[in-house]
């Protein structure tokens, strides 16, 4: 036999840690034995995609043998429609994840760093470390809001991009149109800003909440990040898109791979846009049962963080939140625990249907009194 010897991945491959998804439902009912749980782990619409989405997956199933369209042009077309942007300022990406990523593979060099927030959404922390940059992170205010003043003075002459989740995940807290516009004044021309908005849809109920296409259009230098993952329902079809400066949009275009957006997604994602209603209705539903959510809480006296997103952080404190994670997924109720967010005394819950709340509920309640 050749006595040969692989090559090595890059030194910051062994170093990286993997994003740790939400436990799937089969996987959680088959190790727990377990005829029936409920997911609200990943912040998912539990309405499911508009039923005009569904017609058309099914129509593009006969399709399936060819390469998508590589520029995606009915989708981008009808993504800068709603967006009012010319389609050169506009990218797509299989989630808003993938945008993510790419924004460091186009940006970011070992030298380069990368402002983020200290309980900020994990993902941009691991497009900076993937390649090898640098990640300055900043404390959020006591009200666990990204203190956009302390990120702006954060900066460095080797910061590139700086990631603000509006609202955040995990937190769910939000930041007004005041904060950002002071942040993008304050930001040194060298940085780039980045609103990661996957929860627009559902924030923008509030009357203060920064619409960055708006800051965008006013002429602002920022990146916009929306999703079709959360309250268009369509978490499994990875869809994503991204509005910015032209030579941004180039350079993202650049870097994407080739046929990043299967034709399934394409399609879906053009009919979902087409259907308002169903987002609508999306929102209204979730809106209630959060309210009902909030008021069970109050009533058990348990602290939780008021949401702009469709979840709730829950403190569990002085009970580590990872054993209450636990002792609801052993009665078939999946959510988020945060340790690896620096929030080890809170879990994060999607808000689900009325009966996988109320599911929720009773689990918990069990859990208190264990
Ligand atoms: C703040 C935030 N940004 C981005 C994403 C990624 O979403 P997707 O890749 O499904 O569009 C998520 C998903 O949970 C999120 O919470």
Known sequence: MTDYKLPKPRPVVDKFEPYLPGRSLDQVKKEHGL?????????????????????????????????????????????????????TRVTLGAGSDELIELLGRAYLTAKDRIVVSRHAFIRYRMAAEIMDAGVIEVPMGPDLKHDLAA?????????????????????????????????????????????????????????????GLALLKEGRRLVVLRTFSKAYGMAGLRLGWGAGPEDVVDALERVRPPFNINAAAQAAGVAA??????????????????RKLEKALNARDVEWTPSAGNFLMIKTSPRPGKEVFEALIRKGVIVRSLDEYGLPG??????????ENRLFLKAFDETRGT
């Open 151 to 211: 990120m702006a003075r954060a900066v460095t002459p080797e910061t590139k991009l700086l990631f603000v989740a509006n609202p955040n995940n995990p937190t769910g807290t939000y930041n007004t149109t005041n904060e950002v516009r002071a942040l993008l004044d304050a930001l040194p021309g060298h940085v780039l800003p980045v609103l990661d908005e996957a929860y627009y849809e559902y924030a923008r109920t509030k009357r203060d909440y920064a619409d």
């Open 346 to 355: 809170h879990i994060r819950v999607t808000v689900g249907l009325p009966s």
């Open 273 to 290: 846009l087409a259907d308002r209603g169903h987002v609508n209705r999306s929102v209204r539903g979730m809106t209630s049962e959060m």
């Open 35 to 87: 005829k029936h749980a409920v997911k609200l782990a990943s912040n998912e619409n539990p309405l499911g995609p508009s039923p005009r989405v569904v017609a058309v997956l099914r129509k593009s199933a006969e399709c399936a043998h060819l390469y998508p369209d590589g520029f995606s042009t009915d989708l981008r077309t009808a993504v800068a429609g709603r967006a009012g942007l010319p389609l």
